[in-house]
């Protein structure tokens, strides 16, 4: 599409006015059609040595997550030792992508992760609500890229968005960017941005196109769908349209930014349907952890006994996987 | 490690159906053979594997067939309604509990995708089934009871007799579904006869009225060819016939029945035009016009097969289409993930061949998609050309395969014109995000079926049937009860 | 040995798809036509009445939101459900009206097919009484009828199950819910009637079901301000506290759709025809301009 519509980007960000000519002009999205489109990707079956190699990519591919007013360090070191050790009896399981928490525990699980790889992600910016001014959304990330984060998963300001202040969410989105830059000291470079859309909260699929695209213009390198912490999270034809926006945005600028659904995908089965979205809607340039990512905690555990499955050919138990 | 997503081969089971080596004519509630012995072999268009010998009814056995249906007519059409639904609800739930056997039967038989005979035709059939069952009560609530023929006919109007229907291939048992549900709702009778190359799944339901304890004579199934389908039309006591094929045919059978008291639906050919405004839900509408032409390898009478696109979007749709195409996967019917299947049969490959060859030599410009196609059965590639106009002759003949050519327009008056300039008018699909330019549209083009951001889509409640050569009468709905009763 | 001592089965209401006892933890002796007792049957209060009205109105959007032939589905299961516990509805049937086993069974047999009947309507209905208008100038416009909401049934105190099934299954066959009042003879065929809906695949709360004192619940569901519509088939001439007239004044409060009782009981083996059907729906009518 949009390669004759993004012609400059720098000129569609220019002012509000041109901001939302440029966002309201973006297609519309027919909600039926997407929806069943989602629906009928959702039949393929995922067999035998594809099923095998699935699994452990969407292993690859989890921000394993833990959110709860309740976590503590104990808690955070317990799900960083799952991530090194995803399933003790079989040593060959890889390992998940990220440990995802809240930015006061990243130095924790920092330490408890050590040079093995895994990625420690941080929520961000007054994280579920975005409800705080600028300077604290500013200063919670600054604190967690401090900590060592590797990538920091902001939240926009839906309030503003809804009520059509695109310029708002952008400015934004474009400052807690740059203060995702990392000092000289710690290294240089510059924590991964992910760009929390809460699209249950923006309820249209015309919404969540826009909202893509207005994250993307101000630099996100992922988007995501969803907190966890509201009644709609992730679902099949959200990340659909979000997945158009993100080949439609590397057509127009040649920029890859990676896509991340999080929330309410507890099943293997849940996993390979989109895996498949990710494959039939943007091919295989996505289907790496550098570029797809799932935002869940308790999957991790049902792909290890599937894992298991496939390896022994007796359906696993619970009680076969660690609680953490 | 590779891409997992070469998805690996996922075969629906194929022994859930007990194909007998061979079957007889179904009349008068038992099998037989054809008083000749005549036989046709149906074969597995994705491997020509011969599936099983098929009778072939003569004469004489159409007239057994049209003399069992007459005799039944009788008790049949005197029975209350409520006890004529409950037989088409026992039909209804016996194909619902069937519904996985029959789809894999289908699937090997047509060459269909089994994700197409399972979670489309199936579970239509079964609702349409549901559907004129729950008619079969209310024929007084339809509104219906004006009579020209029938004296006797009032408030509660009456079936008109012996129906002879013909159905095609490319939806067997769903084509099955929607005469037959209906002509039993009415009263009437029937003889059936299904297509030479896909008989197995009307034989099945032959097994399933059985089940159901369907009177004998209420439906009889006689299968054959061509002459089998002439002389069951011809047959001086068929009240009624309702064909669905071809156009050239359609007009042969209107020549046949001329003259007679004998009353004809026909749903014949289409040349579908599917219009994309330049404000179109541009992934959807992509999605339409993929649903819209390879469903079913485009073997479907309504298929979107002209595709009509505003040249202001021309080139970023046609390569958004093209990069969706590629998506498709083409291969073994049961295997859960493939989107297009065989080609029906080795004439209708060769048709779609010639005409596709047409195309080219009349200087379209023709893509397909790449790749192996298996080495025995009929099979086709998704095709579609572009720099077509008006004047060629695949813009104009039914290719009837998964064949799509691409026109531009400038303005929406010059789409309508564009999209009814054809003897066909099936239907006819628009895409705009506009509600009231879809809607404008939708009242000018001459076409049975109208489909607004979607396409081929199909409900018992909704009538389907066609403008100018692509026949008249209704099936579906209130509307197709119209063509069952003596009105 | 002694002889075996039978198992008496407790009668609870039904509510938002479950079982619970009364919330006035009363009950009362139902008793056949000769005054003999046939079991207890709860006394639903006030508060029942309530909570099934917050049950209806929650399972209305799902319900109304439900695709016609889903809905149809459903109540032919209904019917598949019934025909199963023939022998056991003949029983109940019989005790509690008084009739002889064969008018039982036949009453039965009417309601199983009545349920067939209305599985038959749920998506024609629109077909019926709606359609497209042909308005002056460029519009499209069509009607359709629509389900008005909760509608309360004050159930036939005679005709047990089929009065019941006459009242109750035009009222969801549209996508309406209900609170059904089952007094009188109706009250225990009334509640085993409960459990087929429960494996029905009939999603909870699109019928509820209490049993108890007209005079004590009938004005409460009439004069409730999110009850849409009334059925006042079943309200006995006799009844004496409530009459017909002073639950329809009651329901006037918001409107409520009323269908008011016949002279005398109907006769529920006769063709229903469409009548209680449109009487609980509203017709929408949508105008779409056509241009470009």
Request: hydrophobic share 45%.
């Given at each position: 599409?949009?390669?004759?519509?993004?012609?400059?980007?720098?000129?569609?960000?220019?002012?509000?006015?041109?901001?939302?000519?440029?966002?309201?002009?973006?297609?519309?999205?027919?909600r039926?059609?997407?929806?069943?489109?989602?629906?009928?990707?959702?039949?393929?079956?995922?067999?035998?040595?594809?099923?095998?190699?699935?699994?452990?990519?969407?292993?690859?591919?989890?921000d394993?997550?833990?959110?709860?007013?309740?976590?503590?360090?104990?808690?955070?070191?317990?799900?960083?030792?799952?991530?090194?050790?995803?399933?003790?009896?079989?040593?060959d399981?890889?390992?998940?992508?990220?440990?995802?928490?809240?930015?006061?525990?990243?130095?924790?699980?920092?330490?408890?992760?050590?040079?093995?790889?895994?990625?420690?992600?941080?929520?961000?910016?007054?994280?579920?609500?975005?409800?705080?001014?600028?300077?604290?959304?500013?200063?919670?990330?600054?604190?967690?890229?401090?900590?060592?984060?590797?990538e920091?998963?902001?939240?926009?300001d839906?309030?503003?968005?809804l009520?059509?202040?695109?310029?708002?969410?952008?400015?934004?989105?474009?400052?807690v960017?740059?203060?995702?830059?990392?000092?000289?000291?710690?290294g240089?470079?510059s924590?991964?941005?992910?760009?929390?859309l809460?699209?249950?909260?923006?309820?249209?699929?015309?919404?969540?196109?826009?909202?893509?695209?207005?994250?993307?213009?101000?630099?996100?390198?992922?988007?995501?769908?969803s907190?966890?912490?509201?009644?709609?999270?992730?679902?099949?034809?959200?990340?659909?349209?979000?997945?158009?926006?993100?080949?439609?945005?590397?057509?127009?600028?040649?920029r890859q930014?990676?896509?991340?659904?999080?929330g309410?995908?507890?099943?293997?089965?849940?996993?390979?349907?989109?895996?498949?979205?990710?494959?039939?809607?943007?091919?295989?340039?996505?289907?790496?952890?550098?570029?797809f990512r799932l935002?869940?905690?308790?999957?991790?555990?049902?792909?290890?006994?599937?894992?298991q499955?496939?390896?022994?050919?007796?359906?696993s138990?619970?009680?076969?996987?660690?609680?953490? | 490690?590779?891409?997992?997503?070469?998805?690996?081969?996922?075969?629906?089971s194929?022994?859930?159906?007990?194909?007998a080596?061979?079957?007889g004519?179904?009349?008068?509630?038992?099998?037989?053979?054809?008083?000749?012995?005549?036989?046709?072999?149906?074969?597995?268009?994705?491997?020509?594997?011969?599936?099983?010998?098929?009778?072939?009814?003569?004469?004489?056995d159409?007239?057994?067939?049209?003399?069992?249906?007459?005799?039944?007519?009788?008790?049949?059409?005197?029975?209350?309604?409520?006890?004529?639904?409950?037989?088409?609800?026992?039909?209804?739930?016996?194909?619902?509990?069937?519904?996985?056997?029959l789809?894999?039967?289908?699937?090997?038989?047509?060459?269909?995708?089994?994700?197409?005979?399972?979670?489309v035709?199936?579970?239509?059939?079964?609702?349409?089934?549901?559907?004129?069952?729950?008619?079969?009560?209310?024929?007084?609530?339809?509104?219906?009871?004006?009579?020209?023929?029938?004296?006797?006919?009032?408030?509660?109007?009456k079936?008109?007799?012996?129906?002879?229907?013909?159905?095609?291939?490319?939806f067997?048992?769903?084509?099955?579904a929607?005469?037959?549900?209906?002509?039993?709702?009415?009263?009437?009778?029937?003889?059936?006869?299904?297509?030479?190359?896909?008989?197995?799944?009307?034989?099945?339901?032959a097994?399933?009225?059985?089940?159901?304890?369907?009177?004998?004579?209420?439906?009889?199934?006689?299968?054959?060819a061509?002459?089998?389908?002439?002389?069951?039309?011809?047959?001086?006591?068929?009240?009624?016939?309702?064909?669905?094929?071809?156009?050239?045919?359609?007009?042969?059978?209107?020549?046949?029945?001329a003259?007679?008291?004998?009353r004809?639906?026909?749903?014949?050919?289409?040349?579908?035009?599917?219009?994309?405004?330049?404000?179109?839900?541009?992934?959807?509408?992509?999605?339409?016009?993929?649903?819209?032409?390879?469903?079913?390898?485009?073997?479907?009478?309504?298929?979107?097969?002209?595709?009509?696109v505003?040249?202001?979007?021309?080139?970023?749709?046609?390569?958004?289409?093209?990069?969706?195409?590629?998506?498709?996967?083409?291969?073994?019917?049961?295997?859960?993930?493939?989107?297009?299947?065989?080609?029906?049969s080795?004439?209708?490959?060769?048709?779609?061949?010639?005409?596709?060859?047409?195309?080219?030599?009349?200087?379209?410009?023709?893509?397909?998609?790449?790749?192996?196609?298996?080495?025995?059965?009929?099979w086709?590639?998704?095709?579609?050309?572009?720099?077509?106009?008006?004047?060629?002759?695949?813009?104009?003949?039914?290719?009837?395969?998964?064949?799509?050519?691409?026109?531009?327009?400038?303005?929406?008056?010059?789409?309508?014109?564009?999209?009814?300039?054809?003897?066909?008018?099936?239907?006819?699909?628009?895409?705009?995000?506009?509600?009231?330019?879809?809607?404008?549209?939708?009242?000018?083009?001459?076409?049975g079926?109208?489909?607004?951001n979607?396409?081929?889509k199909?409900?018992?409640?909704?009538?389907?049937?066609?403008?100018?050569?692509?026949?008249?009468?209704?099936?579906?709905?209130r509307?197709?009860?119209?063509?069952?009763?003596?009105? | 040995m002694?002889?075996?001592?039978?198992?008496?089965?407790?009668?609870?209401?039904?509510?938002?798809?479950?079982?619970?006892?009364?919330?006035s933890?009363?009950?009362?002796?139902?008793?056949?036509?000769?005054?003999?007792?046939?079991?207890?049957?709860?006394?639903?209060?006030r508060?029942?009445?309530?909570?099934?009205?917050?049950?209806?109105?929650?399972?209305?959007?799902?319900?109304?939101?439900?695709?016609?032939?889903?809905?149809?589905?459903?109540?032919y299961?209904i019917?598949?459900?019934?025909?199963?516990?023939?022998?056991?509805?003949?029983?109940?049937?019989?005790?509690?009206?008084?009739?002889?086993?064969?008018?039982?069974?036949?009453?039965?047999?009417?309601?199983v097919?009545?349920?067939?009947?209305?599985?038959g309507?749920?998506?024609?209905?629109?077909?019926?009484?709606?359609?497209?208008?042909?308005?002056?100038?460029p519009f499209?416009?069509?009607s359709?009828?629509?389900?008005?909401?909760?509608?309360?049934?004050?159930?036939?105190?005679?005709?047990?199950?089929?009065?019941?099934?006459?009242?109750?299954?035009?009222?969801?066959?549209?996508?309406?819910?209900?609170?059904?009042?089952?007094?009188?003879?109706?009250a225990?065929?009334?509640?085993s009637?409960?459990?087929?809906?429960a494996v029905?695949?009939?999603?909870?709360?699109?019928?509820?079901?209490?049993?108890?004192?007209?005079?004590?619940?009938?004005?409460?569901?009439?004069?409730?301000?999110?009850?849409?519509?009334?059925?006042?088939t079943?309200?006995?001439?006799?009844?004496?506290?409530?009459?017909?007239?002073d639950?329809e004044?009651?329901?006037?409060?918001?409107?409520k759709?009323?269908?008011?009782?016949?002279?005398?009981?109907?006769?529920?083996?006769a063709?229903?025809?469409?009548?209680?059907?449109?009487?609980?729906?509203?017709?929408?009518?949508?105008?779409?301009?056509?241009?470009?």
């Amino acid at each position: 599409m949009p390669s004759a519509i993004l012609a400059d980007p720098a000129e569609v960000t220019s002012s509000e006015a041109a901001l939302r000519r440029f966002l309201h002009g973006l297609p519309g999205v027919d909600r039926v059609g997407t929806e069943a489109r989602a629906a009928m990707l959702a039949t393929r079956s995922i067999k035998t040595d594809a099923k095998v190699a699935a699994i452990d990519l969407a292993i690859r591919m989890i921000d394993l997550t833990t959110l709860e007013g309740a976590d503590t360090p104990g808690k955070v070191r317990s799900l960083c030792a799952k991530a090194l050790h995803p399933d003790p009896g079989a040593p060959d399981t890889p390992r998940p992508a990220a440990i995802c928490v809240y930015g006061d525990l990243v130095a924790e699980a920092k330490a408890a992760l050590g040079d093995f790889g895994v990625h420690v992600a941080a929520v961000a910016t007054a994280f579920p609500s975005g409800r705080a001014s600028l300077d604290v959304k500013l200063a919670d990330v600054a604190y967690a890229v401090a900590a060592g984060a590797d990538e920091i998963d902001m939240v926009i300001d839906r309030g503003a968005f809804l009520a059509g202040r695109y310029r708002d969410v952008f400015d934004e989105i474009v400052a807690v960017k740059a203060a995702c830059a990392r000092g000289e000291a710690a290294g240089g470079g510059s924590a991964h941005l992910k760009v929390i859309l809460e699209t249950g909260e923006l309820s249209t699929y015309d919404n969540v196109r826009r909202a893509s695209w207005l994250a993307m213009l101000a630099g996100a390198d992922f988007i995501k769908t969803s907190t966890g912490k509201v009644a709609v999270n992730a679902t099949l034809p959200v990340t659909l349209v979000m997945l158009q926006a993100v080949r439609d945005f590397r057509e127009a600028t040649g920029r890859q930014v990676g896509v991340k659904p999080a929330g309410g995908i507890r099943t293997t089965k849940d996993a390979m349907k989109y895996l498949v979205l990710v494959n039939e809607t943007v091919g295989s340039d996505w289907l790496d952890p550098d570029w797809f990512r799932l935002g869940a905690s308790s999957l991790l555990n049902d792909l290890l006994m599937q894992r298991q499955k496939l390896a022994t050919g007796r359906y696993s138990g619970p009680d076969y996987v660690t609680v953490d | 490690m590779g891409n997992p997503f070469e998805y690996a081969p996922a075969p629906e089971s194929r022994a859930i159906v007990d194909i007998a080596p061979a079957y007889g004519l179904f009349i008068d509630g038992t099998f037989a053979e054809a008083a000749d012995g005549g036989r046709l072999k149906t074969v597995n268009p994705a491997t020509e594997e011969v599936l099983a010998e098929i009778a072939v009814g003569g004469e004489a056995d159409v007239d057994r067939a049209v003399k069992a249906a007459r005799k039944a007519f009788k008790s049949w059409s005197a029975l209350p309604g409520a006890q004529r639904a409950k037989y088409l609800f026992r039909i209804a739930r016996l194909i619902q509990e069937h519904a996985r056997e029959l789809a894999v039967l289908e699937s090997i038989d047509n060459g269909k995708p089994i994700r197409e005979s399972r979670d489309v035709d199936i579970p239509l059939v079964a609702a349409h089934f549901f559907h004129y069952a729950g008619w079969a009560d209310k024929l007084a609530h339809a509104g219906l009871w004006r009579s020209r023929t029938n004296e006797h006919s009032g408030a509660d109007p009456k079936p008109i007799g012996v129906a002879g229907q013909v159905i095609p291939w490319n939806f067997p048992l769903l084509m099955l579904a929607w005469k037959v549900a209906p002509a039993l709702a009415c009263g009437n009778t029937v003889v059936l006869k299904p297509a030479e190359t896909t008989p197995l799944t009307a034989l099945r339901f032959a097994e399933i009225c059985v089940e159901a304890g369907l009177p004998n004579g209420v439906v009889n199934i006689v299968t054959g060819a061509g002459e089998t389908g002439r002389a069951l039309i011809a047959h001086p006591d068929v009240d009624k016939v309702a064909f669905t094929g071809s156009t050239a045919v359609g007009k042969e059978i209107a020549r046949t029945i001329a003259g007679t008291r004998k009353r004809v639906t026909l749903e014949l050919g289409g040349k579908a035009a599917n219009i994309v405004y330049d404000d179109a839900a541009i992934d959807s509408a992509v999605d339409g016009i993929v649903e819209g032409i390879f469903f079913n390898g485009g073997q479907v009478c309504c298929a979107g097969s002209r595709l009509l696109v505003q040249e202001s979007v021309a080139d970023e749709l046609l390569a958004s289409l093209t990069r969706r195409i590629k998506t498709l996967r083409v291969g073994d019917p049961l295997d859960k993930n493939t989107d297009v299947g065989a080609i029906n049969s080795a004439a209708q490959l060769s048709r779609i061949q010639e005409l596709v060859a047409a195309g080219e030599a009349e200087g379209a410009e023709r893509w397909s998609l790449a790749g192996e196609l298996p080495g025995k059965g009929f099979w086709f590639p998704p095709t579609v050309f572009t720099g077509v106009t008006q004047a060629h002759r695949i813009a104009r003949d039914e290719i009837f395969g998964p064949v799509l050519t691409v026109q531009t327009f400038r303005t929406p008056a010059e789409a309508v014109e564009k999209a009814n300039n054809t003897a066909y008018g099936l239907s006819a699909g628009v895409w705009t995000e506009k509600g009231a330019k879809a809607l404008w549209t939708a009242q000018r083009l001459r076409a049975g079926v109208v489909w607004t951001n979607t396409f081929n889509k199909f409900d018992p409640a909704s009538p389907f049937g066609g403008f100018k050569e692509s026949g008249f009468g209704r099936e579906g709905g209130r509307h197709g009860l119209e063509a069952y009763l003596d009105v | 040995m002694s002889e075996r001592l039978e198992v008496l089965k407790t009668y609870k209401l039904y509510v938002g798809g479950k079982f619970p006892r009364s919330e006035s933890g009363r009950v009362y002796a139902v008793t056949d036509s000769k005054g003999r007792t046939l079991a207890n049957a709860p006394r639903g209060s006030r508060k029942d009445a309530r909570d099934a009205v917050v049950a209806a109105r929650k399972a209305f959007p799902g319900w109304s939101g439900a695709t016609a032939y889903n809905r149809g589905q459903i109540l032919y299961r209904i019917a598949e459900m019934l025909e199963g516990r023939r022998e056991q509805f003949a029983t109940e049937v019989a005790a509690a009206e008084g009739v002889n086993r064969t008018r039982a069974l036949a009453a039965v047999d009417a309601a199983v097919d009545r349920w067939v009947w209305y599985a038959g309507w749920t998506d024609k209905l629109a077909q019926v009484a709606g359609g497209a208008n042909p308005v002056a100038g460029p519009f499209a416009n069509w009607s359709t009828p629509e389900p008005t909401g909760v509608v309360a049934v004050i159930a036939s105190q005679r005709s047990s199950l089929l009065g019941l099934t006459g009242a109750v299954a035009p009222v969801i066959a549209t996508g309406n819910t209900a609170v059904v009042l089952a007094a009188g003879a109706s009250a225990l065929p009334a509640l085993s009637f409960a459990e087929v809906l429960a494996v029905s695949d009939l999603p909870g709360g699109v019928v509820n079901i209490l049993t108890g004192h007209p005079a004590e619940i009938a004005p409460t569901l009439a004069s409730h301000q999110d009850v849409n519509a009334i059925d006042l088939t079943g309200v006995a001439p006799d009844a004496g506290v409530a009459s017909a007239r002073d639950l329809e004044i009651a329901a006037a409060d918001n409107l409520k759709r009323v269908l008011r009782p016949g002279p005398k009981e109907p006769d529920w083996t006769a063709d229903p025809g469409t009548a209680r059907m449109l009487a609980f729906t509203e017709t929408r009518t949508v105008w779409h301009p056509t241009g470009h």
